[in-house]
């Protein structure tokens, strides 16, 4: 008679923080759902996608953009939130008033903080957001945020505020907290001198500081900061420690961005690993290209 042998059962591996991004896909992999989740597992947190819209995008602009149904985003969000549960989400490209609307009312129902990226155009200043949606971001987008990350351009495009110096900062953050988020960070990457964002919740303020990087290749950057505040807030840090360190890391990767293409490429989601490999391909020759 065979004896089977007994063997010690491993116990289940322990599952990570889950977020969900609400996005676009950039074909080219810079920005969009694909910056969304190479930022998720640099953070070491389980990104997940609800795609909104496709885009045909590279290193030059958007060639152009489909919107999906709003029936198939609601329900990518409904398996996703139903069945696997999130800790926290991020929204970025919506680029109708009916995305809008059907995004906005999902999060309105999930217990989790919500960090919105309130996309208006892209970094080669293609139109993602139609001028119908506005409405539908100030009073039913924005009212769900726990942080909203626009940048000059976004704030301008919501708010009216035209920002041209720091302390039009204030200004900005006060006419978007209005709107009802809990945190506004208005992102000053636009201004000249040192990029300096502002975190503010109307009572407390964080100026954030960080020397400017002399590289062109930052495609990605906002939807990289957002994803990254996300990954903190779903893995239990605060609002303001979630920033931090959101920040630390996308100045890293605009240090390192690379060129793709003929134009603009991206930032370097992955700069905290490459920088460990040694030699100057890397142990697994890695040159780029």
Not at 87 to 94: D, E, F, H, I, S
Not at 137 to 151: D, E, K
Not at 162 to 184: N, Q, Y
Not at 211 to 235: E, K, V
Request: proline share 7%; hydrophobic share 45%; glycine share 14%.
């Amino acid at each position: 008679m065979a004896i089977s042998e007994s063997r010690p059962v491993s116990p289940p591996a322990p599952v990570p923080p889950r977020v969900l991004t609400v996005a676009g896909s950039d074909s080219g992999g810079g920005a969009g759902v694909q910056a969304d989740l190479k930022t998720m597992l640099a953070f070491g947190v389980h990104g997940m996608s609800v795609i909104t819209a496709v885009t045909a995008q590279n290193s030059l602009g958007v060639r152009g953009a489909w919107e999906l149904p709003v029936e198939a985003v609601r329900a990518q969000y409904r398996a996703v939130v139903d069945d696997i549960g999130v800790r926290a989400v991020k929204t970025g490209m919506l680029s109708s008033a009916g995305l809008v609307e059907a995004v906005a009312g999902l999060l309105a129902d999930t217990d989790a903080p919500v960090v919105v990226d309130p996309v208006g155009v892209s970094k080669h200043g293609d139109p993602l957001l139609a001028a119908s949606a506005l409405d539908g971001v100030r009073n039913r987008l924005l009212p769900v945020a726990t942080v909203a990350t626009p940048n000059l351009d976004e704030v301008a495009q919501l708010t009216g505020v035209r920002v041209e110096d720091e302390t039009g900062l204030r200004r900005a953050a006060d006419a978007v907290l209005a709107f009802g988020p809990s945190w506004a960070l208005i992102k000053g990457g636009h201004l000249p001198g040192d990029a300096v964002d502002l975190l503010t919740d109307g009572r407390e303020e964080h100026w954030l500081r960080a020397p400017r990087q002399d590289n062109r290749h930052t495609h990605g950057t906002g939807c990289t900061l957002a994803s990254a505040i996300a990954a903190g807030l779903a893995g239990g840090q605060g609002v303001v420690e979630a920033v931090v360190a959101a920040k630390e890391y996308v100045t890293g990767a605009i240090g390192h961005g690379f060129p793709l293409g003929a134009g603009i490429g991206p930032v370097d989601h992955a700069w905290r690993f490459r920088r460990t490999l040694t030699g100057p391909t890397g142990p697994a020759g890695l040159t780029g290209g």
